[in-house]
């Protein structure tokens, strides 16, 4: 099962690949980027697009690192009190025996 995995895997990066290949060789006219405070030398407009894709998923990344170092943190202290409350049930159970005639 988990080299069909890794091939059905294989075949998808294969295929995203060709893709990307197909995208720049079709897309190879020169664009000039006009921002509005700054005009950027032209490019082909697929160097612009991945650019742009580059761009927004590292903007992604930041914004959900929040979130995730807050989940982070809360899953580490639920685990810390889990590990507390476990430690204290054994000492129940300990006492417990203990206590029988």
Known sequence: ??????????VILIVVLLVGILFAVNNQQAVP???????????????WLLAALTCGVLL????MSGVYLRLRTRL??????????RKE????????LKELP
């Open 33 to 47: 980027l006009n921002l509005i405070w700054l005009d950027l030398p032209p490019a082909s407009l697929s160097v």
């Open 60 to 63: 992604g990344m930041l914004a």
């Open 76 to 85: 580490t202290r639920a685990q810390r009190h889990n590990q507390q409350q």
């Open 89 to 96: 049930l054994d000492q129940l159970r300990v006492q417990e």
């Open 1 to 10: 099962m988990r080299w069909l995995k890794g091939v059905i895997l294989a």
